[in-house]
């Protein structure tokens, strides 16, 4: 009889001599990457990667994929009676999560050539992201025993959890499928309502509001939120304590830096909230992000010694000595070496002939992506295995200073050196993301029992799709929104390393004063318990795409909490889960909708109306209404489901 539930020890730690058996034992032969398998994984990696990119340049998160890639994955393989897919099914969900990650690491860099008026052609976007994903594939292979299996029950990995939960349940059978999709129309709609045609405000701010315009113009004070499903939903999965954090982040920023500012200085008190926001807030989110990515790797130190001694004796332990059991085989190491040295030498041919030109810059190039990219993996790795979230912007930018001092100081500056520095960021940024979510998909197979090479071999498919998909998706809208100017894609997190570049590479002032008062507080946050990194984050993301997480967050704890039955109150918490990923893909995948609409012509947007007060009161009252369906329909669950 085939198990169809994970065993009892599955997210405890291990008492001494227990061993974990998954779902598919080592001695068992499962379907795995089958026809059927790893088409599915290219469809949902094209799809994925058109809607991550899409949301991510939006409002600057990108929502993982995972999740409902594992529910649709579920949902199309009930159509195969009697046959187990759980196999085929982590191999569609990790092929296809690559889409997320890969997009991340493209569009919190590459977008800022963009806006500091340089150009990227295609091959540009698309090496870059490759490249990074491959590395960050064969730099994670060597520490996956370390964090998926020596340190089994001591993380919780919480994103795995609920991509594994999902994946179990499609053996036993379910309503999740219907309950996502009925919340992925149902977000869609409402969102695509909005961004194709303007059918009420995006945004809602206290100055829809007499006393707030006054407040904003006298003050500087101004709150704003967006009303989107999308972010509605990002907010339930991210969980109150962490969406509190961050909008904490923006709070100090908007109702005490920049009204403190607005008052000392009489320039400012001509700036409008917003521009003292650009000017002040985000250069101490910056540093902030900085330091908590330094103060990060120095905490994983231990982390990066311990995994390295693991992969140096399996490169140097005899062949043949010890069978490897299916589920723990990996990649052979001689391999991995290969594809690191192969993608080293890829990397340094693509930096002197499609970037630099020039050899010793080229050489020091090189060196920057692969000494950060080897640090930071652990870095990605472990915040993912802690809180689900991986701090690779705040990395990134880390990056994109050290790398435009190095280059500075060995000559290369202005447009050359801003475009070099950005796509040397945007390999190393894909490197960290595809290490962090890759993490997720290799411990989702050893909860079930997956071979970890088959993964791991079919994991460079998915990235090779996505990367081409995110190129050509990042070029399309930059021709029909742009990143810059009235109604773009606000990038937030390229905008953030634009401002960074320009005065490193051109000679510009940059407010080093702020940087170091950012770095300062994320060193007392961390003093004081606070996570630092999601609490900087807050600081430089504007406010309007931060509060929408707080209300997604406190619906979480309300239907997690009303009763006094745990196990009801779990059914309701991972309903709502299964909506607010409808609401994420659903609005994504609208929005890419409306961005070719918009890519060929076709205007349905009514700019005026949706510019109006009146508009922004009906965006309250639909905010209001896509809250109550959400959380009616969550506090409907079962525990049965």
Not at 138 to 144: D, E, K, Q
Not at 513 to 529: E, P
Not at 545 to 553: C, R
């Amino acid at each position: 009889m085939k198990k169809t539930s994970l065993p009892e020890n599955a997210y405890r730690e291990l008492k001494q001599g227990e061993e974990y058996q998954p779902i598919m034992s080592a001695d068992t032969v499962p379907a795995e990457a089958t026809p059927y398998s790893v088409t599915m994984g290219i469809i949902m990696a094209i799809i994925f990667s058109a809607a991550a990119a899409f949301l991510g340049l939006k409002v600057g998160q990108v929502f993982e994929a995972a999740i409902p890639i594992a529910i649709i994955a579920v949902g199309l393989g009930g159509l195969h009676k009697g046959k187990s897919m759980l196999g085929q099914n982590v191999i569609i969900q990790s092929i296809g999560a690559t889409s997320g990650v890969i997009v991340a690491g493209a569009i919190f860099t590459l977008p800022a050539l963009y806006i500091l008026g340089l150009e990227a052609h295609f091959y540009q976007v698309f090496l870059s992201s490759l490249l990074g994903g491959i590395l960050g594939i064969v730099l994670l292979i060597p520490f996956r025993k370390y964090f998926v299996k020596q340190m089994h029950g001591k993380y919780p990995f919480p994103e795995a959890t609920a991509t594994t939960e999902v994946l179990v349940s499609g053996e036993k059978g379910g309503k999740q499928t219907i309950v996502l999709a009925l919340a992925g129309l149902i977000g869609g709609l409402y969102d695509f309502a909005v961004s194709t045609f303007g059918a009420w405000a995006e945004n809602i701010s206290t100055k829809m509001m007499g006393w707030g315009v006054a407040v904003a113009d006298k003050f500087k004070v101004e709150f704003s939120l967006n009303t989107g499903a999308t972010l509605l939903g990002l907010g339930y999965i991210i969980g109150l304590k962490y969406a509190v954090i961050i909008t904490a982040g923006s709070c100090l920023v908007w109702f005490v830096i920049v009204p403190l500012v607005g008052y000392a200085s009489a320039e400012a008190a001509t700036m409008s909230a917003n521009d003292l926001f650009m000017a002040y807030g985000r250069p101490i989110g910056i540093g902030g992000i900085a330091m908590a990515g330094l103060i990060g790797i120095i905490r994983q130190a231990g982390i990066i010694k311990d995994a390295a001694k693991l992969a140096v004796n399996e490169l140097g332990g005899k062949k043949g000595a010890v069978a490897v059991a299916r589920t723990d085989k990996d990649i052979a190491m001689k391999t991995i070496l290969t594809i690191i040295i192969a993608t080293l030498v890829a990397t340094l041919v693509f930096f002197q002939f499609g970037v630099l030109g020039n050899w010793l810059q080229t050489v020091v190039a090189l060196l920057i992506v692969f000494v950060i990219a080897f640090l930071f993996t652990t870095v990605a790795a472990n915040a993912i295995a802690i809180v689900g979230s991986n701090p690779v912007s705040g990395m990134t930018l880390m990056t994109l200073i050290l790398s435009s001092l190095v280059l500075v100081s060995i000559g290369l500056n202005g447009t050359i050196g801003m475009t070099a520095a950005l796509i040397i960021g945007g390999v190393v940024c894909t490197a960290l993301s595809m290490a962090g979510g890759f993490i997720t998909d290799l411990k989702i197979g050893y909860w079930l029992g997956t071979t970890p090479a088959t993964q791991e071999k079919w994991k460079f498919l998915g990235t090779i799709v996505s990367a081409a998909t995110v190129a050509g998706v990042m070029i399309i809208l930059n021709k029909t929104y742009g990143f810059t100017g009235e109604n773009a894609l606000a990038a937030p997190q390229a905008n953030a390393m634009a401002a960074v570049i320009r005065p490193l590479m051109e000679g510009g002032q940059t407010p080093w004063v702020l940087y170091f008062a950012g770095a300062v507080l994320a060193l007392v946050l961390t003093w004081i318990g606070v996570p630092a990194l999601a609490f900087s984050l807050g600081m430089f993301i504007p406010m309007s795409l931060n509060a929408p997480l707080v209300v997604g967050g406190l619906i979480a704890w309300l239907v997690s909490t009303r009763s006094k039955d745990e196990a009801l109150n779990k059914a309701r918490f991972d309903r709502g889960t299964l909506i607010a990923s409808g609401f994420i893909a659903g609005g994504a995948l609208m929005g890419v909708v409306s961005a070719i609409l918009k890519f060929a012509g076709v205007e349905l947007f009514a700019a005026d109306w949706a510019a109006s007060n009146a508009a922004e009161w009906v965006a309250l009252v639909m905010y209001i209404a896509i809250m109550t369906y959400f959380t009616v329909h969550t506090m409907k669950a079962k525990k049965e489901e």
